[in-house]
């Protein structure tokens, strides 16, 4: 059953802590979680305190590094400031984490730090390695398992308690030289215990160990103290250690470290003694075990690769140069010992209780039915046979394990990358829909204001160019007429006549511009009728080709013989064409050539006329079709505004492409199936 933790065990609910900030919701940790204590919730990583046994793998995992533990450090800083006695018992793994020449030189950094007595924590191997040899001889019932990695027992209380009565019931090395210090120096000194491992800080909250340690750091705590303290352990002088000395014990921190210890006669032999190690072989093993395959006098587990490769052993060094440190060290320390002396020193404690009990804290959560199982694989689209990924981006190894995890509380449906991708793929499309029609809609609306704003001002121009053209038409008219009366009056030989036929001439080219001004404001209705676009533009080259400027110039057409026939006033239509041929010819300076297509495209009839002469200026482009606007040496700059209009009126538009040193292209757009009352109001000026 599942039982509420004591107040003495809540102390570790929020060990291991997130920095949210620096955590990217990957879900790696979750995939590392043996047990599957960390979910991911809609802002932050959650871990749930009573699923956790501080292995520490989510820690050292961690891409981003944005899990830590929350350890005693603190504590030890306020014990040490305030002048208590403390003693720094340092585990065994510490000759491999600390970057020195000499192991010793670790105890003169810690009294430098502020610790009264320095210990080695392999001497509680000693009397485990007692402990256990005398169980192991003794043991004719159930295989045993070694209670001497926390995370191991941890996982069995809570998750595989039926194993409960394998775990040896002895306690660790830690707890056992915890209980030593106390015996010696009594209940006033503070036990510090150094550990690379998290899960020892679990393991001194359980009740039935309680009180053997008061506090808990890391390897790294002790790191980041040194430095702040600015102490360069390296250039220390050696210290000898405090307290009782190990002797085998200190090999305790590699694999089969426990078994060594116990004596040579200990050493792996197949179905009797074994060891595992690794967080996938040791948890399997565990559930094999379980269920009855695995048979086996003695089981040495540990979690990791050894207590020299703890999570807070942060040394680059590989696990096989920190495991002959630690070698090396064990056998130069032994040869200095007398083996007797040892064994008297083991003497002293021999009464001292390593005996401990283990509790039943399962972790039971209720198994969903298989239909709660598949409402959740349909919801993410996940249902087997063909839409199960098992793709682990969510952190569990199934589609199927994470279906029961959500049912059970543990993940959150929406969690699932190739779900919350294909969700995201959905809104991005409907957010690219909306945008192409919004933009779609704003370039509408820009061209309709622009057309307005042109319409009203070709308006104004037209009305005034009306004024303008009426007012001078009268007294162009008298200049006209007296000039022709004083050419009659003059001989044929007066010198004279060359300045009257100047003003006639003159007279007359004003004439025209006044012409080209009432055309560009005059109302004047459409003459509409079955109009076929490319015999319009046959009868428009036929005027022109014969022309001296065409010479010259190449003309390709590209006629659709699909297109169909348009109702529209095909005089006018004449003029749009005649008058942007002719710009192309004058502006190739009848040299070039020059191309003319059609073609249907949707609703519309296209004619692109393109030449290949010099371009046109950007910065003249939006002034093509302003009334008097000409780059021509005598032109009126009325021909492209009174094609404009003539567009304009058959509700079509004039597009303009040019590139400089390579020609331009005029596309007019005329629409298919205009009719009489689709056109614009007769009676309104050509431009409006």
Known sequence: MKRKLTQHEKQIDQKIEINDQECRRCSYCVQLCPTKAIKLEKNTIRIIPERCILCGSCITGCPQQAMSLSSGLSMVKNAISFGAKTIACVDPAFPA?????????LVTALKLLGFTEVWEGAFGVELVSQ????????NTGSPLISSFCPVIVSYIQKYLPQLIPNLAPIVSPMILIGKVARQIKGDDWKIVYITPCPAQIGETTAQEVAGAIDHIITFRDIKQMLAEAGIDQGKLEETEFDGPRPHLGRIISVIGGLNRSMGSSFDVLVDEVSVAYGRRQVIGLLNQMAAGYIQAGFLDLIYCNGCIDGPFVDRELSVLGRRQIVARYT????AKQNISEVHKELEKYKEIDVQRDFRNIEQELAIPTEEEIRAILKKIDKLPPNNNLDCRACGYATCRDKAIAVAQGLAETQYCLPYLLDESNKIYQQLEKSHRELQKSHQELEQAQYQLIRTEKLAALGQLAAGVAHEI?????TITIYAHILLKGLEADDPRRDDVMLIINEANRTKGIVQGL???????????????????????????????LFQNIKIKKGFSQELPTLFADATQLKQVFLNIILNAAQAMEGRGGLAITTWQDKTDIKIKIR??????????????????FTTKEKGTGLGLAISYGIIERHSGKIDVETELGKGSAFTISLPIGSSEKGFQDETKTVLI
């Open 611 to 628: 030449d290949t002469g010099p371009g046109i200026p950007p910065e003249q482009v939006g002034k093509l079709f302003n009334p008097f």
């Open 473 to 477: 038409n009268n007294p162009l008219g």
């Open 131 to 138: 402990a256990y040899r005398k169980l192991i001889e003794n």
């Open 331 to 334: 056998k130069s320390e032994m």
């Open 518 to 548: 009432l055309s560009f404001a005059r109302e004047t209705k459409l003459k509409q009728d079955s109009t076929d676009i490319n015999e319009l533009l046959e009868d428009t080259l036929g005027l022109l080709v014969n022309q001296s």
């Open 97 to 105: 984490v600390f970057d020195v020449k000499h192991p010793r030189q």
